[in-house]
């Protein structure tokens, strides 16, 4: 699969899908292989241009320092890589402009063993939640998970 230039981030090393949404799906399935502190934070990003007959992109990327203290602060995160997708440089250019649809960042916590993820809609809303080791999701309004949480991040 070619993917266009214009897609790419500009100081993001990224990987893409082939299948939409198969980064979550294989973290979720891995949960209950991860020992101590987990893996590295993953921020999955949907990017589309908005035609009809476009296919979406998914790609993903590993984080590590961002500040996951609240679900505010990562939506915000995600909100910035709306502005980091490289700019075609001609003006003139017939391509559509790439935009980031939607995205998912994803935090294991360590001390109780769930990973906790921040859907984000570009615009909409945001939603959090925890999915733990058999995979099934919860909503999360704890505030003692979101310290747990953000000592989890190794920011």
Known sequence: MAIPPEVLYKDIPELFEI??????????????????????????????????????????????????????????????LTYAIEENSAWFSSTAKWKVRNGCYCCFNAFSRVDMRVDVKIPGGVNAYVIDLRGERYASSLQSARTDWHASSRT
Not at 33 to 40: A, I, K, M, S
Not at 48 to 67: A, I
Not at 69 to 78: D, G, K, N, Q, R
């Open 19 to 80: 299948d939409l949404g198969e980064a979550l799906t294989a973290r979720t399935e891995a949960l209950s292989t991860f020992r101590e502190l987990g893996p590295p934070d993953l921020c999955h990003v949907v990017k589309s241009t908005g035609r009809t007959g476009q296919r979406d992109l998914g790609s993903y990327h590993y984080v590590s320092g961002v500040d996951a203290s609240s679900s505010a602060s990562l939506a915000a995160y995600i909100n910035s």
